[in-house]
């Protein structure tokens, strides 16, 4: 294996790592904060990846989309478990869309981070070392994997982070249809997904997943 496949191979793992644990801590963490001791009770916030391991979505996925030669990977992380019902009597429904897009904004801040790095840093093509090369490569990856998992989590279908945060923002303006349409759509939402994904729809669906990762970097 030559050392470019090695640092797109090792620096695509830990990004993806990243972005999708970091995600699930965030949820964990916030409603830790509201008083919901759940997570950290079961050890879920803790940085330890092999706790948030999901054999289909931290492993099986990403790699079946890797090496399929997907335009981007995706995945996800065992879910932190979390007891909304604690977080609403602590903070009321606005605390529960607090921790319903935390995750997110995990994302978005990161993917941020890394493009205000890579602004001062050369072209990947033009690094100096292994390691340089390698820091570029990481950087690049986080940037599209956070921007992937962040906006993909903001479509408000479910069970995606948007659908729950969307629901709580109902309950608080009052938008009983609306709470209602999401109940009788939860059981749906799989496949809803799957047809924006697998179908032709995914390129509308992507699009403003492409656009932001494209003004960022």
Request: hydrophobic residues 50%; charged residues 10%.
């Given at each position: 294996?030559?050392?470019?496949?090695?640092?797109?191979?090792?620096a695509?793992?830990?990004a993806?790592?990243?972005a999708i644990i970091?995600?699930?801590?965030?949820?964990?963490y916030?409603?830790?904060?509201?008083?919901?001791n759940?997570?950290?009770?079961?050890?879920r916030?803790s940085i330890?990846?092999i706790v948030?391991?999901d054999?289909v979505g931290?492993?099986?996925v990403p790699?079946?989309l890797?090496?399929?030669g997907a335009?981007?990977m995706?995945g996800?992380?065992?879910?932190?478990?979390i007891?909304?019902p604690?977080?609403i009597?602590n903070g009321?429904?606005?605390?529960?869309?607090?921790v319903?897009?935390?995750?997110?904004?995990?994302?978005?801040a990161?993917a941020?981070?890394?493009?205000?790095?890579?602004s001062f840093?050369p072209d990947?093509?033009?690094?100096d070392?292994f390691?340089?090369a390698?820091?570029i490569?990481?950087?690049i990856?986080?940037?599209v994997?956070n921007?992937?998992?962040?906006l993909?989590?903001l479509?408000?279908?479910?069970?995606?982070?948007?659908?729950?945060?969307l629901t709580?923002l109902?309950?608080i303006?009052?938008?009983?249809?609306?709470?209602r349409?999401?109940?009788?759509m939860?059981?749906?939402?799989m496949v809803?997904?799957i047809?924006?994904?697998?179908?032709?729809?995914?390129?509308y669906?992507?699009?403003?997943?492409?656009y932001?990762?494209?003004?960022?970097?």
């Open positions: 294996m030559d050392e470019l496949k090695l640092i797109e191979i090792t695509t793992i830990l993806l790592m990243i970091g995600h699930e801590i965030m949820h964990g916030v409603a830790y904060r509201y008083g919901d759940t997570a950290k009770n079961q050890g916030l330890n990846p948030h391991v054999l931290t492993i099986i790699a079946v890797f090496f399929s335009p981007f995706f996800w992380a065992k879910p932190v478990p007891y909304i604690t977080v009597r009321g429904y606005k605390a529960a869309i607090h319903s897009l935390a995750g997110i904004a995990y994302n978005f990161l941020l981070v890394c493009a205000m790095l890579l840093l990947l093509r033009q690094a070392s390691m340089e390698f820091v490569f990481l950087l990856q986080s940037l994997y921007v992937v998992l962040g993909f989590n479509y408000p279908i479910p069970p995606l982070d948007g659908s729950h945060a709580y109902g309950l303006m009052g938008w009983t249809a609306l709470v349409l999401y109940e009788s939860e059981r749906y939402g809803i997904l047809v924006f994904i697998a179908t032709p729809l995914s390129h669906f992507f699009l403003p997943i492409r932001v990762i494209g003004w960022l970097y």
